[in-house]
């Protein structure tokens, strides 16, 4: 921590790449307006092209639920009723969990303490090549399939279909995450739990219905970005870190080799 509590910028680290669907995925939307004989459960989409996406805030939440439970982290409720939702939440600015995603819980005296987030987690959009190849296929609804499913009933075996709504397997999107370095010394600890959080994810799933196939991902790193904190006071160069080809266990080995 900075002199008056000012949180230093010593350098930012872009990861970019691409998220491949291994099967068809669901980041669910509204279904507010959809007409009669329509869809029951809609994908989220740009509401000015009708491109699916999926939302920044969908990827960085399952980081950091994988995460938390991968270093058991204690949990906390927030919230209550339908809406309460438990997790790991403290005060402790070296918590390898607050000091990435932040922390905003309320001390015993009722104080709310504020640790930023170290990371941002854009929205991730269609590439061009998967854009133009769902356009030209014929699917059920513009990029998008529909997946019909029937819910049993054990007793009567009475069926009760349902519609859901996809991105198909094989739609790639683009993805970018920054990471602010704020401590040196944290700088290979915070960067390999990023990887690890991504690799958990492969071995996990994206949206809804994981369970039922849905939401299997890979990861494809492109390259990682090192902007030092004399790239923005002195127009420092970038410099740039090709890592294509390379899994995420691979790149975790090479992370110390990726500073200025």
């Known amino acids: 921590m900075a002199e008056n509590g000012i949180k230093p910028i010593l350098g930012k680290y872009i990861i970019t790449g691409k998220i491949v669907l291994k099967t068809g995925t669901r980041v669910g939307g509204t279904d507010i307006g959809i007409s009669i004989g329509g869809i029951d459960n809609p994908?989220?989409?740009?509401?000015?092209?009708?491109?699916?996406?999926?939302?920044?805030?969908?990827?960085?939440?399952?980081?950091?639920?994988?995460?938390?439970?991968?270093?058991?982290?204690?949990?906390?409720?927030?919230?209550?009723?339908?809406?309460?939702?438990?997790?790991?939440e403290c005060t402790n600015t070296n918590c390898e969990i607050c000091r990435l995603f932040g922390s905003s819980p309320k001390t015993e005296k009722d104080e709310k303490v504020n640790i930023p987030a170290r990371i941002i987690v854009r929205d991730s959009h269609l590439t061009?090549?998967?854009?133009?190849?769902?356009?030209?296929?014929?699917?059920?609804?513009?990029?998008?399939?529909?997946?019909?499913?029937?819910?049993?009933?054990?007793?009567?075996?009475?069926?009760?279909?349902?519609?859901?709504?996809?991105?198909?397997?094989?739609?790639?999107?683009?993805?970018?995450?920054?990471?602010?370095?704020?401590?040196e010394n944290d700088v290979e600890t915070d960067l390999k739990n990023i990887i690890t959080a991504l690799e958990l994810i492969e071995d996990d799933y994206i949206g809804s219905s994981g369970s039922r196939g849905y939401g299997k991902v890979e990861f494809k790193i492109d390259q990682i970005i090192l902007k030092s904190e004399k790239y923005y006071t002195d127009e420092a160069k970038i410099l740039s870190h090709d890592c294509k080809n390379k899994t995420l266990s691979e790149l975790k080995k090479i992370l110390p080799t990726l500073k200025g």
């Open 128 to 183: 061009e090549e998967s854009k133009e190849a769902l356009e030209s296929m014929e699917t059920d609804v513009p990029y998008g399939e529909w997946k019909m499913e029937n819910s049993l009933d054990r007793i009567t075996c009475h069926a009760g279909p349902r519609t859901n709504e996809r991105v198909p397997a094989g739609a790639e999107f683009s993805f970018e995450i920054v990471y602010t370095v704020e401590k």
């Open 43 to 88: 994908i989220i989409r740009n509401p000015f092209t009708g491109e699916p996406y999926i939302p920044g805030s969908s990827l960085k939440g399952k980081m950091r639920s994988l995460l938390e439970r991968l270093k058991k982290m204690p949990l906390s409720t927030f919230g209550s009723g339908k809406n309460a939702v438990r997790r790991h």
